[in-house]
């Protein structure tokens, strides 16, 4: 599956509503989209240990996503109802499931959810810059590109940090918005790179999630994860 960058109303609040949507079903995915799921679920154990939740709060996760799953799972097995409704109603199931989901949370546990947010997200521009080091190298791009790159990535952020923050458009909508802006992304490389390098970028990222592409291609890592904190069930 091709890669896809997805908004979240708080660290915690994405791990746990976005990961609790629908039941997983393993088989139904492939191996790229499980090792996302797997580190999903990991990045919010470790989430959950550093907010240090109360044994009440614990139960009240375990019975919201209980019951937002069951619903989502009859939503799913509804098949008298249009695609429109469908998702009408979907969205309607998820908003619904993150108020109460945050409502959980103290105040002093919602401070430290924006903090990790933005510690996250500087984690990730930290990375960002990295990988560009490494493209310029690996791709052998000429001062020109790597600058052209750097506008490109630069105004796909904005634009996307504008999509999440509108408040006008569903959680679907801004999934749609999201995956467009990265698919215009993609196509606007080939006016940047050579044929020889965008072959070197699709050898780089064939290598799959987590590993190091020995060849000429590009490195295929993630972004830092944060601190190791024990597994915790909710």
């Given at each position: 599956?091709?890669?896809?960058?997805?908004?979240?109303?708080?660290?915690?609040?994405?791990?746990?509503?976005?990961?609790?949507?629908?039941?997983?079903?393993?088989?139904?995915?492939?191996?790229?989209?499980?090792?996302?799921?797997?580190?999903?679920?990991?990045?919010?154990?470790?989430?959950?240990?550093?907010?240090?939740?109360?044994?009440?709060?614990?139960?009240?996760?375990?019975?919201?996503?209980?019951?937002?799953?069951?619903?989502?799972?009859?939503?799913?097995?509804?098949?008298?109802i249009t695609v429109k409704e469908w998702r009408?109603?979907?969205?309607?199931?998820?908003?619904?499931?993150?108020?109460?989901?945050?409502?959980?949370?103290?105040?002093?546990?919602?401070?430290?959810?924006?903090?990790?947010?933005?510690?996250?997200?500087?984690?990730?521009?930290?990375?960002?810059?990295?990988?560009?080091?490494?493209?310029?190298?690996?791709?052998?791009?000429?001062?020109?590109?790597?600058?052209?790159?750097?506008?490109?990535?630069?105004?796909?952020?904005e634009k996307i940090k504008a999509v999440r923050?509108?408040?006008?458009?569903?959680?679907?909508?801004?999934?749609?918005?999201?995956?467009?802006?990265?698919?215009?992304?993609?196509?606007?490389?080939?006016?940047?790179?050579?044929?020889?390098?965008?072959?070197?970028?699709?050898?780089?990222?064939?290598?799959?999630?987590?590993?190091?592409?020995?060849?000429?291609?590009?490195?295929?890592?993630?972004?830092?994860?944060?601190?190791?904190?024990?597994?915790?069930?909710?």
């Amino acid at each position: 599956m091709k890669k896809l960058m997805l908004p979240a109303l708080a660290l915690a609040l994405a791990f746990t509503a976005n990961a609790q949507e629908i039941p997983e079903r393993k088989t139904d995915h492939p191996p790229m989209l499980q090792h996302r799921m797997q580190k999903a679920r990991h990045d919010r154990m470790m989430v959950m240990k550093q907010l240090n939740l109360t044994a009440a709060q614990k139960e009240q996760f375990k019975t919201q996503q209980e019951e937002f799953r069951k619903k989502m799972e009859d939503l799913r097995k509804n098949d008298g109802i249009t695609v429109k409704e469908w998702r009408t109603r979907k969205e309607n199931l998820r908003t619904d499931h993150r108020a109460k989901m945050e409502s959980i949370y103290t105040p002093e546990q919602k401070a430290q959810l924006e903090k990790m947010k933005k510690d996250r997200q500087l984690r990730q521009q930290d990375w960002m810059k990295k990988r560009g080091e490494r493209m310029k190298t690996q791709l052998g791009l000429t001062a020109e590109q790597s600058a052209k790159l750097e506008k490109s990535r630069k105004e796909m952020s904005e634009k996307i940090k504008a999509v999440r923050e509108d408040k006008s458009l569903t959680e679907e909508k801004k999934r749609e918005a999201i995956k467009q802006l990265a698919s215009n992304h993609r196509e606007s490389l080939k006016s940047i790179l050579t044929e020889e390098q965008l072959k070197k970028m699709k050898e780089g990222r064939r290598q799959g999630p987590g590993m190091k592409h020995k060849g000429p291609g590009m490195h295929r890592q993630g972004p830092p994860p944060a601190p190791p904190a024990e597994k915790q069930t909710l």
